[in-house]
C-alpha cells in the first residue's frame, strides 16, 4: 500500500504569499490529521478531520490558516497570507477509526522568507 | 489535560549496546500510549503501541516498550542497537480517540 503521500516535500516562498499544502491519505483511512513540527513547540495538532469532516481545528493557530478535505482523497492546508512564523514542517496522518494508529506522511518543509 | 515527558534529549550509545528511552506521562485513565521513529528528513514512523492487555508490547526493528502503571511509564528498549537506530524518538500519548500529546522527542546517536 502506498503510505500518505503529501507535496510539494519543500516550499520556499515569500512572506505576503498564499502556500498550498496537499495530503492524500491512505486508501481506505477515514481520518485525517494536520501537524506542524518545529523546534521551539515540537509536534503540534491543527486540525482532525473525520469522514471529510473538520472534527477539531483547535489547534489552527490563526485566521490565515485554513484546511479543507473535498474528499476522502485529499485534504489541504492553506496559509494565507503567510509569515515568516510559519516555517516549520508540516505533516498530514490518516488512520482508520477505531483507535488505529496514524500513519504519516514525510512532511513539508516550509520556509517563508 | 494528558501529557508526555521525555527526560533525555539526547543519548549516545555503542553500536550493539542495549538501549533504553525513558517516557513518563499525565493521564488520569489508562492512556493510549505510542512510540514513533523520526529519521532525518522524513516523517513518524509508527514502533509500537499499547492500548491495554499485555504491559510489555512488541514493536517493529526490535524494539519493545513496558508500560508501568504505577509509574506512568512507558518506556522503549532495544536490547542490541543497530547503527540504523540513530535517529529522533517520540513517546505519545492519546487520551481520545484521536488527540495525541507527542513528547519532545529523544535523539538517539550510534557510535561505531
Known amino acids: 500500500d502506498a503510505g500518505v503521500i503529501q507535496s510539494p516535500r519543500h516550499e520556499v516562498t515569500e512572506m505576503g504569499q498564499e502556500v498550498t499544502l496537499r495530503c492524500k491519505p491512505i486508501?481506505?483511512?477515514?481520518?485525517l490529521f494536520w501537524y506542524r513540527q518545529t523546534m521551539m513547540r515540537g509536534l503540534e495538532l491543527l486540525i482532525y478531520f473525520n469522514n471529510n469532516v473538520p472534527i477539531d481545528d483547535s489547534g489552527m493557530p490563526e485566521d490565515r490558516f485554513s484546511a479543507k478535505m473535498p474528499n476522502a482523497s485529499f485534504s489541504t492546508l492553506k496559509i494565507q497570507p503567510s509569515e515568516p512564523r510559519d516555517s516549520a514542517v508540516y505533516f498530514c496522518?490518516?488512520?482508520?477509526?477505531?483507535?488505529?494508529?496514524?500513519?504519516f506522511g514525510d512532511g513539508t518543509r516550509l520556509s517563508i522568507l | 489535560a494528558q501529557s508526555v515527558t521525555q527526560p533525555d534529549i539526547h543519548i549516545t550509545v555503542s553500536e550493539g549496546a542495549s538501549l533504553e528511552l525513558r517516557c513518563n506521562y499525565s493521564y488520569g485513565a489508562t492512556p493510549y500510549l505510542f512510540w514513533y521513529v523520526q529519521s532525518p528528513g522524513q516523517g513518524l514512523q509508527l514502533l509500537l503501541k499499547y492500548f491495554s492487555g499485555d504491559t510489555l508490547v512488541q514493536g517493529i526493528k526490535g524494539f519493545e516498550a513496558e508500560f508501568k502503571r504505577s509509574q506512568s511509564s512507558f518506556n522503549l528498549r532495544k536490547p542490541s542497537v543497530h547503527w540504523s537506530d540513530a535517529a529522533e524518538y517520540f513517546c505519545?500519548?492519546?487520551?481520545?480517540?484521536?488527540?495525541?500529546?507527542f513528547g519532545a522527542g529523544t535523539t538517539v546517536t550510534v557510535r561505531a
Open positions: 505519545a500519548v492519546g487520551a481520545s480517540d484521536y488527540k495525541l500529546s
Open positions: 496522518a490518516s488512520r482508520r477509526t477505531g483507535n488505529q494508529p496514524q500513519h
Open positions: 486508501s481506505g483511512h477515514n481520518s
